[in-house]
């Protein structure tokens, strides 16, 4: 999917060695919101090959929707480029997807910090949520963001979401369990989809991030 010069794309295995430069060369900038295991959890880590497959499984489903974030820095020019050749700059998940009388979702991310900044992240958020409503019939996503998160808290300010209260010690994050504040968009606050109220309200015309 695509968002001019945004694409959500599948994670593939020839991603592995862009993901892990970033994850290693910029440690320091994703540590502090990374999710981490609790002692008390027997959960196996994952080669990022297994993590790949896994990740196939649950889109499949859907349970997850998993995502890379890629930049092209040729659009313009070539719009037509594919998606799956271009570099991953982030990673972006939908998670726990719930039919039923719930029809609901999570959603959760991390970019580069030569990206941040640009706008890449509230234009990634809007693009899935628009395929959540649109095409999974989805009612209700929420995203949970630690209070000292503040580049977070600018996202979800940007597309409008409403704040619904605090989860104390809600995730394992950087070593400790952490409160969060809690946010959510419902299908009926943006009728006319989010991504469109995004760069209606915060996108130049001409910007990278205007829609083909």
Not at 67 to 81: G, K, M, Q, Y
Not at 129 to 136: E, I, S
Not at 170 to 194: A, K, M, N, Q
Request: proline content about 8%; charged content about 25%; some cysteine.
């Amino acid at each position: 999917m695509r968002a001019g010069a945004v694409v959500l794309r599948p994670l593939r295995r020839s991603d592995g060695p862009a993901w892990f430069r970033i994850r290693e060369s910029q440690a320091d900038w994703l540590q502090p919101w990374e999710a981490t295991r609790p002692p008390e959890s027997s959960e196996q880590i994952l080669t990022f090959s297994r993590m790949v497959v896994r990740n196939r499984r649950m889109a499949q489903v859907p349970t997850a929707l998993p995502w890379a974030i890629a930049w092209d820095d040729r659009w313009p020019a070539s719009p037509a480029a594919r998606p799956q050749k271009l570099p991953v700059i982030g990673q972006f998940t939908v998670s726990n997807i719930v039919a039923g009388s719930a029809m609901s979702c999570s959603m959760g991310y991390w970019i580069s910090q030569s990206h941040a900044g640009r706008g890449v992240m509230p234009t990634a958020v809007a693009l899935a949520a628009d395929y959540c409503f649109q095409v999974l019939r989805l009612h209700r996503i929420e995203i949970c963001i630690r209070p000292e998160n503040l580049k977070s808290l600018r996202v979800v300010d940007k597309l409008g979401l409403n704040e619904e209260g605090m989860r104390p010690r809600y995730l394992h994050i950087d070593g400790h369990w952490r409160d969060h504040r809690v946010f959510r968009l419902l299908r009926e606050d943006h009728p006319d989809g989010v991504l469109r109220h995004y760069l209606r309200d915060h996108v130049l015309p001409g910007s990278p991030l205007t829609r083909q």
